[in-house]
């Protein structure tokens, strides 16, 4: 009864994505958004026995509003029309994904103008939560649950929730799911009710932080790197000034990203001035 009436809330109401404001530009959906979970120092009177924890895909996050399957910035994404058949007007949030390491190449499979049919049948939509549902977290685990079962498309699947009894058990899945390639783990309060923004009852749990910074200069690379880039100077946030030389594939640093561009890296701390530690490049931050 109540999983009927997740499921039924909703069907007339689409997620209001803000599509398109006065401008004509698009505009983010209204979602919610993890904050970091360190290890060192959790949240006040933390219990992880009060999460659902699964793991954190390296894909590209998806939302599909009621009528079309956007990217996170409100942009279409041109999926092969199958893709979305027998959808519902019920929005979802979830991540297109291939499998651990693959981002790269799903990247370039659903930002294509043109979808490649043949491609597209190798990514999985993998189902994180209900956008607007009533309910708690656990009660829109249930509705998920029903939702793909009603659909019964394969290429639709929930992502995997599991409980953990300690910070140990948590710590030990973790280090688990790193080890096979994976990315993390995330954790969302089991009596959470949606709420759209940054709040602690969703919490992202990674062996490294990352973050974003602008590409300011290439540097040049010396030894096995002579003629390409040994490493680019980047613009963080707070202003400062930082090399990342780690992480760059031949190919990038053949053509590395252009000046100006976005880029995501990984770094492990701070130093005592202030700069991140053991910076290492990620990947280009997509604007979609």
Do not use: C
């Not at 895909?57 to 956007?70: H, K, N, P, T």
């Amino acid at each position: 009864m109540l999983v009927g009436l997740l499921l039924g809330a909703l069907l007339a109401h689409p997620l209001r994505a803000n599509d398109v404001n006065a401008g004509n530009k698009v505009r983010p959906p209204e979602l919610l958004h993890a904050e970091t979970y360190h290890a060192a120092s959790p949240p006040a009177a933390f219990n992880v026995a009060q999460y659902w924890v699964s793991e954190k895909l390296d894909g590209v996050r998806a939302i599909w509003d009621g009528r079309q399957l956007r990217f996170r910035s409100g942009l279409p994404i041109q999926a092969p029309g199958w893709f979305t058949q027998g959808f519902t007007s019920q929005p979802m949030d979830g991540e297109l994904w291939l499998s651990r390491g693959q981002f790269d190449r799903l990247s370039g499979i659903v930002r294509q103008a043109q979808p490649d049919d043949a491609a597209w049948r190798e990514v999985k939509y993998m189902l994180f939560d209900l956008p607007g549902a009533p309910g708690t977290f656990t009660e829109r685990i249930a509705a998920m649950q029903a939702l793909t079962a009603t659909l019964g498309q394969a290429h639709l699947q929930v992502l995997k929730q599991e409980r953990m009894d300690s910070t140990k058990a948590l710590q030990t899945r973790l280090d688990e799911v790193v080890q096979q390639g994976g990315e993390g783990l995330m954790l969302h309060r089991a009596d959470a009710l949606y709420r759209v923004g940054r709040t602690g009852d969703l919490l992202k749990y990674k062996p490294w932080e990352d973050a974003e910074a602008v590409v300011v200069e290439h540097l040049p690379g010396k030894g096995k790197y002579a003629g390409q880039i040994g490493a680019l100077r980047v613009r963080l946030a707070d202003g400062h000034l930082l090399r990342i030389g780690s992480g760059l594939t031949d190919v990038q640093r053949r053509n590395p990203p252009p000046l100006g561009a976005l880029v995501t890296y990984r770094y492990r701390g701070m130093t005592s001035h202030g700069l991140p530690r053991f910076a290492t490049f990620l990947r280009v931050r997509e604007l979609q």
